[in-house]
């Protein structure tokens, strides 16, 4: 239990672990005293916390801005921040620097400024702002969902018959269509004797986009002043980008010799 955090009695004598004692200390816009969850406004704050999160899956930005807003001014900055951290993963599409963000703007709130001073609601509503423009996708809980269901009946399946779904993989086997996996780097490849040459020529190329050019040039420079005997048609294969259309697709160890 943090510090932040301790264990205190509501007034029914219950032991509540969730809400700090700031939360419940002061009165609400209207003058009354707080009840358990209530924020300033008069909200619960479990309320809030959903709306937050919904206002961001559907790029609202002022109804974000304000939910973070009263959450901060509340005494609850530590949900809000748990939750924003949550946002950025759950409902935002990968690849974005509102994660970096949303950090930085929790760690200025918590350890620069108090988390509900004025500073510390403008870092809120920063960091409720930049999840709400962020691009929103539910992708990653989708993708989620999906495999933990297709693992299950992958499980249910009686020995010896097809699943009726199954990964989007299926069985990693040598000679099948992810073969270029088993390099040096894994046992299967180093049994194979799958050296430097194998995983430079397939295992390190990159796409479907090309490459820099500055760093193609530094890779094929490098391939030829190494200890291996490279031919051209493995230095133009391993400068090559993968195909759009089949990116696991390589070609035999004849055709890249010659």
Excluded at 157 to 168: C, I, K, L, M
Excluded at 214 to 219: D, L, V
Excluded at 221 to 245: F, K
Aim: net charge negative.
């Amino acid at each position: 239990m943090t510090e932040d955090r301790q264990a205190t009695f509501g007034a029914d004598g219950s032991l509540d672990t969730e809400t700090p004692p700031e939360a419940r200390e002061g009165t609400t816009d209207e003058g009354e005293e707080k009840g358990a969850h209530e924020t300033n406004g008069g909200y619960n704050r479990y309320d809030v916390s959903s709306l937050l999160q919904k206002a961001v899956r559907r790029s609202d930005e002022r109804v974000a801005a304000w939910a973070a807003w009263e959450l901060a001014r509340s005494g609850y900055a530590w949900n809000l921040w748990d939750r924003l951290n949550l946002y950025v993963v759950e409902d935002l599409r990968a690849g974005q620097d509102v994660a970096l963000q949303v950090a930085r703007y929790e760690e200025l709130a918590t350890e620069r400024w108090e988390p509900d001073s004025w500073e510390g609601r403008l870092c809120a509503i920063h960091a409720a702002l930049a999840c709400a423009r962020a691009r929103s996708s539910r992708e990653s809980a989708n993708a989620d969902e999906c495999f933990r269901l297709v693992a299950e009946r992958r499980a249910e399946a009686e020995a010896g018959e097809e699943p009726p779904v199954d990964f989007p993989v299926a069985d990693l086997e040598p000679g099948g269509p992810y073969d270029v996996i088993f390099d040096q780097h894994t046992g299967e490849g180093s049994r194979q004797g799958r050296g430097t040459r194998f995983f430079k020529t397939r295992g390190a190329r990159v796409g479907p986009e090309t490459d820099g050019e500055e760093s193609r040039r530094w890779q094929r420079l490098a391939m030829v002043l190494s200890d291996v005997d490279y031919t051209e048609a493995e230095l133009d294969h391993a400068l090559s980008p993968v195909s759009a259309d089949d990116p696991w697709a390589e070609p035999a160890d004849e055709d890249l010799r010659e």
